[in-house]
């Protein structure tokens, strides 16, 4: 674990009292790495609050440019930024915020080798994409490499979010609630999204890669946590691993298939 | 028996209030439930009766196995939640 500067001491002052935290957590922080998929209303707050927090390494992907229609949710660009790429965008935006930070943008859509090499070497993947194929993909990735995960999705004034994490017995995987073949019936593009409302998932994503990454708190393993806005109203759905899942299964048959 | 929960992503289309139902199977429980609640069918099923592909069922915990025919059994105090996956970010 890296040591900590005078520096250090004031950027993360406000952590460092935080009982939970204190210096060893902070360093902790510090040698930590996390690979953020995707880079829209929800991987802006979450890419930026873990670089403020001080995660060490953060390596942020997504391979599109700034839409004006983004600039609703995704506070990581400004009016200037549209038609640039996200993650040149994002990495400028977090170097201003903490210098300190090591960030490496991958502009691209990564095939499945990339995905699992770039998996298998964070503590953390933030999944903020918005499609079920990636998800699927991040799936398989992190089982194979052990790799806890932070999932989440959100549409008009809904948001899910839960963790899953391949090392803990007890915990699904997304091929567990999620059959292959499962569609969106609606996107945001035709439904709409209110911009904080992904926001908050977004807030949320960063809380739940922080206690990760620390090895604190209750995780969201084994939990569906559904935000619906417009009732201003938390939901929880108790998920459990299905034995008899293909991608994460008992049966070496399952798992095969 | 089972208590049949729709989540608030589902509730805006149609009524569907949480309630206790008889049945042995997911199909029989959900039956009943259509029965009361007519409008809520169409969301959930195609016109074969299969589970929508962007629908999740679950039944304690974890997703029902026979999307086609909701055969998947019912223990007597079985938590039946039905959501829509999200897949926006
Ligand atoms: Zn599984």
Known sequence: ?257 | MARITFTGNVQPHVPCPTETIPGDSVADALGTYFEHHPLARGYVLDDQGAVRRHMVILVDGIPIRDRARLSDALARDSEVFVFQALSGG
């Open chain 1, 1 to 257: 674990m890296p040591a900590l500067t005078e520096k250090h001491r004031q950027r993360y002052d406000r952590q460092f009292r935080l009982g939970d935290i204190g210096e060893a957590g902070q360093r902790k922080l510090l040698g930590s790495s996390v690979l953020v998929i995707g880079l829209g209303g929800l991987g802006c707050p979450a890419a930026i609050y873990l670089t403020a927090a001080g995660v060490g390494r953060i390596v942020i992907n997504d391979f599109d440019t700034v839409e004006l229609s983004n600039l609703t949710r995704q506070i990581g660009y400004g009016t200037e930024q549209v038609r640039q790429s996200k993650v040149d965008s994002m990495r400028d935006h977090l170097l201003h915020l903490n210098p300190d930070a090591n960030v490496e943008s991958v502009g691209h859509v990564m095939e499945a080798d990339e995905l699992q090499r770039r998996v298998a070497e964070a503590d953390v993947v933030v999944d903020c994409t918005d499609n079920f194929s990636t998800r699927f993909a991040i799936n398989a990735a992190c089982l194979a490499a052990g790799t806890p995960w932070v999932s989440a999705a959100a549409i008009r004034f809904e948001a899910q979010l839960t963790t899953y994490h391949p090392r803990d017995a007890q915990s699904p995987c997304y091929r567990c609630l999620y059959p292959e073949g499962t569609e969106a019936a609606e996107s945001c593009l035709a439904e709409g999204v209110l911009g904080p409302l992904v926001g908050t998932a977004g807030c949320v994503q960063a809380i739940e890669t922080l206690k990760l990454l620390l090895g604190i708190g209750r995780s969201l393993v084994g939990r569906l946590l559904l935000f619906d806005a417009m009732q201003m109203s938390w939901h929880e759905i108790r998920l459990k691993r299905d034995p008899g899942c293909p991608a994460c299964g008992d049966s070496p048959q399952a798992a095969t298939s």
